[in-house]
């Protein structure tokens, strides 16, 4: 949505969902800003730029890896050009393949989204050296943010509230240990040139503050090619709720509210929300100034985002300093009505900002949940493979879904597996959490994991609504890790006799009859009784009665109903003879029967699952880093038994009880797939 001079600025309580944009609604461009930008990066952002270019008149350049042969971002751009095999480190982390893309091209100007490159001043050198420009902020204030150790040190001169610790980079782990025992438990080991939680960990004593030293010095190196860690306090209780920033190349710098993403899993971001739940009209302003004074200090130019760390009494600390677009924009352009690439691209043409603070209004509240491909049911492990099923939820002035993937299309295990970045639009925060609740439905994926079910419990838990939100969320109220326990109760009745709808409609049985049947809801017996007209169903279980008007065919994957005049969506597969249905994340097996029929079914055995409790296998497909152990070998519980990489990440195997080593069934360097054989146990 276009960026307007004179907004009305509105509290959120007071809003109104605002109405689609149209076409007519955006100003005519005389000029292009640039005749073609070439997007240095892949998967949703790369889309989401060009979405913008187009809107702009402007024609775009895909870079691609061999692995991205076939990718929307790849289909989507007016130009292509191939930079690498699929490794990033071998594609689209090559600064000299990149700029040649641009010479070749003609493309005048770069956006380099987020990940990859965005952050590397050396990128901006090499483009401003050929003459190309970077949608993004100079290196000067790349440089200066990037360094977490620096970044803290000017935030301090400008004024800013910052995080006590120690900021220079600390040479060992012995080291590591006295600083935190002078700070004081629990503190932050971070990665000094990090990001996206890598190179991260929390020590509450001297045992983890030393393993914690190593793993994390061994990400930053292995994500960041710099094994410079720092350690500051870790604040108990915390909030991470960040300030967005967009400024222009004179001097006008604005800060246009906050998101609060506290619901991290590891450090990752999982559920963002702009505006918190949390500040106050005096915290929100106070936050937004010391965000724009650093900016000022540095030079800023482009769109960044300033992290803080808050306290549970509104006490606020800088973290970081994010010199790209963040992940999470939407939300804040959905409460904002601002198109930030768009902002972007006009500072880097040397436009001066369309709008003044006065002018940033905030009306309503936007919600974001990162849909990844990855199972929540083992400890959220990545998962790769061709998209077999993909339907997105209808977009509209409530719902807006940014991807970079399609029906039929790979999730690589090179790059991060996200598939897609839903937003949700609401009058107020509830109104966002119910319409997401509803996405999430409607949002159908087959043939990889996905996050779909945790999502869905996130959205439906208690504390969530009510706003009580940390960075410690997840693990106090998951503990354990994920389980179908976690999600909101379903309704077996319900259901049930949606299954026995979908039947009825599939053996096309209609007419004005008495129907006597039995689902098997996940292999237990619910009797019901129907009786349909051409307008509805009337569906008898007990002494309750559900009233279900539908107009689903059989084949289309969403089955949506009124059930007592409430809407509903139910995600449908027939499976065999019976059918699996998916609501708020849970899943339920259904088998429609005749009461004969179910007499015999309960009679049927059920098949074992193979017992594995004697191996270790490999949870995801992946690089086995390294084996710990040796056939014959005693193992104690808890002690770690190999190392696989998977998505840039370490993942450390452990052991689940006492025993012996009898077989090794892989070794170090082996790619192993998922399920793989690794260890067997006597």
């Known amino acids: 949505m276009a960026a307007r001079k004179k907004v009305a600025k509105a509290a959120p309580k007071k809003s109104a969902v605002k109405p689609k944009t149209k076409p007519a609604d955006i100003p005519s461009v005389a000029k292009p800003l640039f005749d073609k930008i070439l997007i240095a990066n892949r998967g949703e952002i790369a889309c989401r730029v060009i979405r913008t270019c187009k809107r702009l008149g402007i024609k775009t350049v895909a870079v691609y890896s061999e692995a991205d042969a076939d990718a929307l971002h790849v289909r989507q751009a007016d130009e292509k050009v191939l930079i690498g095999p699929a490794p990033s480190a071998q594609s689209y982390l090559q600064i000299d393949k990149i700029v040649a893309a641009c010479k070749k091209t003609g493309a005048q100007a770069v956006h380099p989204g987020y990940g990859f490159l965005s952050e590397k001043q050396e990128f901006q050198k090499a483009l401003a050296k050929a003459g190309i420009v970077f949608i993004g902020p100079d290196a000067p204030a790349i440089h200066a943010m990037g360094d977490k150790i620096e970044s803290k040190k000017l935030a301090q001169k400008a004024g800013v509230s910052t995080v006590p610790g120690y900021l220079a980079a600390i040479p060992n782990a012995d080291q590591a240990v006295k600083i935190a025992q002078k700070i004081g438990y629990p503190v932050m080991i971070k990665a000094s040139a990090g990001g996206g939680g890598k190179g991260m960990r929390i020590a509450f004593n001297d045992a983890e503050c030393h393993e914690g030293f190593g793993s994390a010095t061994n990400e930053a190196k292995a994500s960041f090619a710099d094994d410079r860690v720092f350690i500051e306090k870790y604040i108990e209780e915390p909030r991470h709720i960040e300030i967005q920033l967009i400024a222009d190349g004179h001097g006008n710098c604005l800060y246009l509210w ?29 936050m937004g100034e010391q965000a724009v004074a650093l900016a000022k200090a540095v030079k800023y130019k482009s769109a960044g985002t300033v992290e803080f760390i808050v306290d549970k009494n509104r006490k606020f600390y800088f973290l970081e300093m994010n010199t790209r677009l963040q992940v999470e924009h939407p939300v804040t352009e959905l409460i904002t009505g601002l198109d930030l690439v768009e902002l972007m691209i006009r500072a880097a043409a040397g436009e001066k900002l369309p709008l003044a603070q006065k002018d940033v ?125 976690h999600l909101p109760p379903h309704d077996p009745a319900m259901l049930a006799a949606l299954a026995a709808v979908a039947e009825r409609i599939r053996a096309a049985r209609v ?92 009679l049927m055995p059920v098949k074992a699952a193979p017992d594995t409790s004697k191996f270790l296998l490999s949870p995801m497909p992946g690089l086995l880093a390294s084996v710990a152990v040796s056939e014959g070998q005693e193992i104690k519980v808890g002690e770690a038994l190999a190392v696989v990489e998977a998505m840039k990440m370490e993942n450390v195997l452990r052991a689940v009880r006492d025993g012996t080593v009898k077989t090794l069934h892989a070794k170090a360097g082996d790619s192993l797939r998922v399920d793989q054989k690794i260890i067997e146990f006597a």
Not at 261 to 271: D, E, P
């Open 258 to 286: 906050e998101r609060e993403c506290s619901i991290q899993r590891r450090h990752q971001k999982v559920i963002e929300e702009a505006p918190s739940p949390f500040l106050d009209a005096k915290t929100r302003k106070a």
């Open 361 to 485: 209004k905030l009306e309503g509240w936007a919600v974001e949940a990162r849909l990844y491909a990855e199972d929540p049911y083992r400890n959220f492990l990545p998962s790769t493979g061709r998209l077999v099923k993909y339907r997105e939820p209808k977009p509209g002035p409530d719902v807006r879904v940014d991807t970079g993937v399609y029906e039929g299309g790979e999730i690589s295990m090179f790059y991060d597996p996200m598939i897609a970045k839903l937003c949700t639009y609401g009058k107020t925060r509830i109104d966002a959490i119910e319409r997401m609740r509803r996405a999430l439905d409607e949002f159908y994926v087959r043939g990889v994991s996905h996050n779909v079910p945790f999502l869905a419990a996130l959205m439906a838990h208690p504390r969530f609504h009510e706003g009580r939100l940390t960075t410690n969320f997840i693990a106090e109220e998951f503990k354990g890790g994920f389980t179908a326990e």
């Open 511 to 602: 007419g004005k009859m008495d129907d006597s049947w039995v689902v098997m809801l996940n292999r237990k017996p619910i009797a019901l009784t129907m009786m349909s007209s051409e307008s509805d169903i009337k569906v008898t279980i007990g002494d309750r009665q559900l009233a279900i008007e539908t107009s689903w065919t059989p084949g289309e994957p969403l089955l949506r109903a009124l059930v007592d005049l409430k809407a509903i969506v139910v995600q449908v597969d027939a499976v065999g003879s019976g059918w699996r249905l998916i609501h708020e994340g849970g899943q339920a097996e259904a088998l429609v029967l005749t009461p004969r029929q179910a007499e015999l079914y309960v």
